[in-house]
């Protein structure tokens, strides 16, 4: 294991077992006094990993394993890792879904240089939103993250959230053949379309598990997407489930229904009503299985579903004085385009430019400059004929309206933009900065659907 904790993180499900939660009691233990340097030493490095019986996988690994180790945080504190490189290449770790300043933002050349094997760097931050997010690198990331190095990032509610238990599904899909070697992790012909897909479907590195839950509790699973290129179609047939927040933030509960999209980076906290002991449930991706939820007996009283959970301080932006901007995201390649040596191929733009993922100052060209505070509208406008999960780093955004769809507005850090849709989101630009706008198909980002949004 090459990870060590330096204090004891205990999940609020944990210490209610143990009667320690009270009014205004400090269920948030050990968090030592007088502050050392930092809460984690997180270690990647490559380690072999089962993901299919009887063989090895060569992952790439955060803590000793993949998808990474979970790490914690309390809403409004300061999360301080020290991030140590075992990597035989360099890296960064990019927070996704969390406010930060630019500098502890994980971009290559834009927040930081990159972390070289051997190196380690100190990420200090505080957390401003409660909520499930995760973490991965900004370097070589179909490889990288492909390889497994993707872990979730749980920040705890301020005040206790109404949930007793909660788990995490970290849901992967990897690029490995029948031996559990890996295959490529980027095919052009994939990367021009809707993305190269993993083939081995799993939660938290394990084939279709069967995770056991309490029966007749309410149990917050907290489902992160951090596949590649695969969107989810979650469902969870005849189960009583409430999704309370999607991509960290919180929304009004509203039944999961028949199924909800989680695109590439996404994430949702589904609250779901536990059968009673002995009955399963079957949390499928459309059709097939991603695990099975099985319901095992406990003495607990039956528990109810939760108040809602409470909004994050995130900035309302004003519609009416918002000034509206345009981006298009459209196709720009064709297969034998311009993949010289060792040159990225373009398949993709926005506005007409291709990010060129090998160009360290593709930064110093933003594609749209903010005025800081200053309330704006997106509209993005999908040509192409393949969904893509619009990501933008150090804001938070809400998505407004939809030409495809009805829209209930929620915040978000990611909008899965379906094929031909043009969406409209809204945000205050409030963090200075120059912040990284791309799709979270890492094929789709890494053949030119990315850009930089500056605000000053
Ligand atoms: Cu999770 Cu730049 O992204
Ligand atoms: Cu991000
Ligand atoms: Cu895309």
Redesign the pocket.
């Known amino acids: 294991m090459t990870f060590t904790r330096r204090k004891m993180l205990t999940g609020l499900a944990g210490l209610a077992a143990l009667g320690i939660v009270g009014g205004g009691a400090r269920y948030w233990i050990g968090r030592p006094a007088d502050p050392a340097t930092h809460d984690y030493d997180l270690i990647a490095a490559p380690a072999d990993i089962e993901l299919i019986a009887g063989t090895r996988t060569p992952a790439w690994c955060y803590g000793g394993q993949a998808p990474g180790l979970e790490l914690r945080a309390r809403q409004g504190e300061w999360l301080r890792v020290r991030f140590t490189n075992h990597l035989p290449e360099p890296t960064t770790i990019?927070?996704?879904?969390i406010r930060l300043p630019l500098s502890m933002?994980g971009v290559p050349y834009v927040s930081q240089l990159p972390v070289l094997p051997g190196e380690s760097f100190d990420y200090l931050f505080q957390v401003p939103d409660a909520g499930s997010f995760w973490y991965h690198p900004h370097t070589s990331s179909a490889e990288q993250l492909g390889r497994g190095l993707v872990g979730p990032l749980i920040v705890e509610e301020r005040e206790p959230s109404g949930f007793r238990h909660e788990r995490t599904l970290s849901l992967k899909n990897w690029h490995v053949d029948k031996q559990g070697a890996f295959t490529d992790f980027s095919v052009p012909r994939e990367a021009a379309r809707g993305g190269t897909p993993g083939v081995l479907s799993t939660v938290n590195g394990e084939h279709a598990p069967t995770l056991e839950l309490p029966a007749g509790q309410v149990v917050r699973l907290r489902l992160i997407n951090l596949t590649n290129t695969v969107t989810y179609r979650v469902n969870l047939p005849s189960g009583d489930a409430r999704i309370y927040a999607i991509d960290g933030h919180p929304i009004a509960p509203r039944p999961l229904g028949k199924a909800y999209w989680l695109g590439p980076?996404m994430r949702i906290d589904l609250a779901v009503k536990v059968p009673p002991a002995g009955a399963a449930l079957s949390l499928r991706n459309g059709p097939l299985r991603l695990a099975t939820l099985a319901s095992v007996d406990t003495a607990e009283a039956e528990g109810d579903w939760p108040a809602p959970l409470s909004a994050n301080p995130v900035a309302e932006p004003d519609l009416r004085r918002a000034e509206t901007l345009r981006f298009n995201f459209e196709w720009a390649g064709t297969l034998s385009s311009d993949a010289g040596q060792g040159g990225a191929f373009t398949f993709w733009q926005i506005n007409g430019q291709a990010w060129d993922i090998n160009d360290k100052t593709c930064a110093d060209r933003p594609i749209a400059t903010l005025k800081k505070d200053g309330h704006y509208i997106f509209e993005l406008r999908n040509l192409s004929q393949y969904q893509h999960p619009i990501?933008?780093?150090g804001l938070t955004f809400k998505v407004i309206s939809s030409n495809r769809k009805r829209i209930d507005p929620w915040y978000t850090?990611?909008y899965l933009l379906g094929k031909n849709e043009t969406a409209r989101i809204a945000l205050v630009a409030d963090n200075p900065g120059v912040w990284?706008f791309h799709c979270?198909v890492i094929d789709h980002m890494e053949t030119g659907l990315m850009a930089a949004i500056e605000v000053v």
């Open positions: 990019h927070w996704h879904g933002d980076g990501h933008l780093h850090d990611t990284m979270h």
